[in-house]
C-alpha cells in the first residue's frame, strides 16, 4: 500500500529545502512506515484465514455467515498490533502538519522579528512552539484558533482553504478526528465486507446469477452474522457452492467503518503529503 518512499513528488531525498522541512517529511516517512505494517498485518488476517465464509441452506434458499476461525489470543496480539500502528501513523501524521506550522512561525519571525518583542504583552508574542496546524469544520473556529493566534495574516490566509469546510475533502478532518480519540482510547480495527457491487457467487467454480441477493450491511461483522443469502434453484446436492465475499480489516470509528482501512491512511498520507508540498512551494523556495 505505503511502499514509495516518495511523497507525493518531493520527500526526504526530493526536498528542495531540507534545513526546513525535512523533519516534516521525516515525521511522514516514519508514518509511511506505519501505514506499511498496517498494510502487512491486516493482509495477515486475510493470510492465515483468521476469518472465513460459511454457506448452508434449506432448500433452494442459501446464506453465508460470517465465521471467526484464529484463536482469540493471537487476534488479539495482531488487533493490539493494528491499533499501534494506526496510532504511531496518526501521531506522526498530526505531528507533520504541526511541525510544518512551526516553520512559518521560524520563518515569520525571521522577517518581522517585532513578533518576539519582549514589549509586546505575553500574550501576544509569536511562540513557534505553541503553534499547532488548525483542522477545523466551521469559519469562525479557524479564526479563534489558539495555534494561529498570532501567526502573521499571510500565513493564516494560505491555510484557511486548506480547512474541511472548504469543499467536500474530509481526509484532514478524519485524521483530526481520530488522532484525538486515539489520545483517550486505542482504536481498534474489525472486519468489514466493503465492496458489495463484487459479492457474487461461485457454483462449482462458475459465477452463477443469484438476482435475488440480499446483502445485509453491518457497522462492524461479529461472529455468525449472516451477510448474504440467495437463491439457487436446481442445484445439484453435491454442487460445490461458494459465496465470494470481500473481507478486509477497517477502523473501529464512524468515519472509517465500511472503509477499507488502508485505504482511510492512504487518503490521510496524500493531504498530508499535498499540504506540505504547497507550504514549501509558496515559502521555502529557494
Same mark, same amino acid.
Given at each position: 500500500m505505503m511502499s514509495e518512499r516518495t511523497l507525493a513528488g518531493r520527500g526526504l531525498d526530493g526536498g528542495r529545502n531540507p534545513d526546513y522541512l525535512a523533519d516534516a517529511w521525516q515525521r511522514l516517512e516514519w508514518a509511511n512506515s506505519n501505514g506499511q505494517a498496517f498494510d502487512d498485518l491486516s493482509q495477515w488476517f486475510m493470510d492465515v484465514g483468521a476469518y472465513a465464509i460459511w454457506v448452508e441452506h434449506e432448500g433452494d434458499r442459501w446464506q453465508?455467515?460470517?465465521?471467526? @476461525?484464529? /484463536?482469540?489470543?493471537?487476534?488479539q496480539e495482531k488487533r493490539t498490533a493494528l491499533a499501534l500502528a494506526l496510532g504511531s501513523f496518526l501521531d506522526h501524521s498530526r505531528a507533520a502538519l504541526n511541525y510544518t506550522v512551526y516553520q512559518l512561525a521560524l520563518l515569520a519571525i525571521r522577517e518581522?522579528?517585532?513578533?518576539?518583542?519582549?514589549? @509586546?504583552?505575553?500574550?501576544?508574542?509569536? $511562540?513557534?512552539?505553541?503553534?499547532?496546524?488548525?483542522?477545523?469544520?466551521?469559519? /469562525?473556529?479557524?479564526?479563534?484558533?489558539? %495555534?494561529? $493566534? +498570532?501567526?502573521?495574516?499571510?500565513?493564516?490566509?494560505? @491555510?484557511?482553504?486548506?480547512?474541511?469546510?472548504? %469543499?467536500?475533502?474530509?481526509?484532514?478532518?478524519?485524521? +483530526?478526528?481520530?488522532?484525538? /480519540?486515539?489520545?483517550?482510547?486505542?482504536?481498534? &480495527?474489525?472486519?468489514?465486507?466493503?465492496? /458489495? +457491487?463484487?459479492?457474487?457467487?461461485?457454483v462449482n467454480g462458475q459465477i452463477t446469477p443469484t438476482p435475488d441477493m440480499e446483502i445485509i450491511p453491518?457497522?462492524?461483522?461479529?461472529? %455468525?452474522?449472516?451477510?448474504? $443469502?440467495? &437463491?439457487?434453484? %436446481?442445484?445439484?446436492?453435491?454442487?460445490?457452492?461458494q459465496p465470494q465475499v470481500v473481507i478486509t480489516v477497517g477502523i473501529d470509528h464512524p468515519l472509517g467503518r465500511g472503509i477499507v482501512g488502508t485505504g482511510v491512511l492512504n487518503d490521510i498520507r496524500a493531504v498530508v503529503a499535498a499540504v506540505i508540498n504547497e507550504v514549501e512551494a509558496e515559502f521555502f523556495e529557494p
Open positions: 453465508a455467515t460470517f465465521r471467526r @476461525l484464529c /484463536e482469540p489470543s493471537i487476534e518581522e522579528p517585532a513578533l518576539v518583542s519582549p514589549d @509586546l504583552p505575553k500574550r501576544q508574542q509569536l $511562540r513557534p512552539e505553541t503553534v499547532e496546524f488548525p483542522i477545523v469544520r466551521k469559519p /469562525e473556529h479557524f479564526d479563534s484558533h489558539s %495555534g494561529i $493566534r +498570532n501567526l502573521p495574516e499571510k500565513y493564516r490566509d494560505f @491555510l484557511k482553504p486548506k480547512q474541511p469546510y472548504h %469543499g467536500e475533502d474530509q481526509r484532514l478532518w478524519k485524521l +483530526n478526528e481520530l488522532a484525538r /480519540e486515539y489520545r483517550h482510547r486505542l482504536v481498534h &480495527t474489525i472486519a468489514i465486507s466493503p465492496v /458489495e +457491487n463484487l459479492h457474487h457467487v461461485l453491518h457497522e462492524r461483522l461479529e461472529d %455468525g452474522d449472516v451477510l448474504l $443469502r440467495f &437463491t439457487l434453484p %436446481g442445484i445439484e446436492p453435491d454442487a460445490h457452492v
